[in-house]
């Protein structure tokens, strides 16, 4: 899509993967949650895959748990993909993990989860969309452990797993793909630096941007029928592998290699 009048192009994605993926210990004995395999690669080797369809040129992976992973994945793809490391990875939460990457990211970036499977209009939506920060939201999925996400007037107003928590209009689920313009990054980094006296376990999405969002306005583009999913536990791995990956392969032919049988 052409950039607009105004708009920075963005070429840079942080995939945050330092989690332990506890939940699904007993899927992942040996290796972290990115390199799942649905198909007949890693769902991260995909997801990156996407970004570089969508016009990514640099990708920046957030390492903690199991990092020699990634940096085997970053030696086969010099050039692409490099790795920064979260030494606290054990005790922390997603947004140090982000705030470890501030250093090498430069201009604006497309943030987004190791453990997601997705069609490649998630990225377009995001990528061609008129907000330069925006945090994408689908349709009801199901899937359970769902984040709700309300908005006022089209922007963030609030985040939560308990839908009667929110006030506002609540506007679909939270699918773990923003866009983040330089300056909401340095707002973002302002709020953590603070919250991380207290504590390293916080959340970029539902402690950070939400914070972030009293005060800059992020829009909150809606996919009411993306095909999307994240894997958190053995639930969702199965709706994954089940629902979302053979849909995803009769949508998006060739976007994604074909299951091992």
């Not at 005790?91 to 705030?99: A, K, N, T």
């Not at 009667?164 to 773990?176: F, P, Y």
Request: proline fraction near 6%; charged fraction near 25%.
């Amino acid at each position: 899509a052409a950039v607009r009048a105004g708009m920075s192009a963005v070429r840079t994605a942080v995939i945050l993967a330092a989690g332990r993926g506890t939940r699904l210990a007993g899927e992942l004995t040996d290796r972290p949650k990115g390199f799942i395999r649905i198909g007949t690669r890693p769902i991260i080797e995909e997801s990156i895959d996407r970004l570089v369809a969508a016009g990514i040129q640099d990708v920046i992976v957030v390492t903690g748990h199991l990092a020699d992973y990634y940096e085997e994945l970053a030696r086969g793809r010099a050039g692409l993909v490099q790795t920064v490391h979260n030494d606290r990875f054990a005790d922390s939460g997603s947004m140090y993990s982000l705030h470890c990457a501030r250093e090498r990211v430069q201009g604006p970036f497309l943030l987004l989860e190791s453990d997601l499977v997705y069609e490649p209009r998630a990225l377009t939506t995001l990528l061609a969309g008129p907000a330069e920060d925006a945090i994408l939201l689908s349709g009801p999925t199901g899937a359970g452990d769902e984040v709700f996400v309300a908005t006022r007037g089209g922007f963030l107003a609030g985040m939560s797993k308990r839908r009667a928590d929110l006030a506002g209009e609540v506007t679909g689920e939270l699918v773990g793909i923003t866009r983040v313009s330089p300056g909401l990054f340095v707002l973002m980094c302002r709020i953590a630096e603070a919250a991380f006296k207290r504590s390293l376990m916080f959340d970029y999405e539902t402690d950070c941007l939400v914070a972030a969002g009293r005060e800059w306005p992020i829009a909150c583009p809606l996919v009411p029928d993306l095909l999307w999913g994240e894997i958190d536990d053995p639930a969702h791995l199965a709706r994954v592998r089940d629902e979302v990956y053979p849909q995803l392969q009769r949508r998006q032919p060739g976007s994604v290699a074909p299951p091992r049988h």
